[in-house]
């Protein structure tokens, strides 16, 4: 497997695509890359909010018993 995240690969991308402005339009790869790295994020926090309120709620249960 790489050694780098898919999110950061990502990010690299968008920061050298951003770099060089041929229009002052965007173009459809770099609106593309953009999407990419939004969903990844999405995801990524999504993960993150369900790993916490699973972690909570087992945490939480036996104290209530």
């Not at 609106?31 to 939480?60: W, Y």
């Amino acid at each position: 497997m790489a050694s780098e995240s898919d999110e950061t690969r990502l990010k690299k991308k968008v920061a050298a695509k951003g770099t060089d402005h041929k229009s002052p339009k965007e173009d459809a790869a770099l609106r593309a890359l953009k999407k990419r790295l939004r969903r990844v994020q999405r995801k990524r926090r999504a993960l993150a909010l369900r790993k916490k309120n699973s972690t909570s709620k087992k945490t939480a249960a036996p104290v209530a018993k």
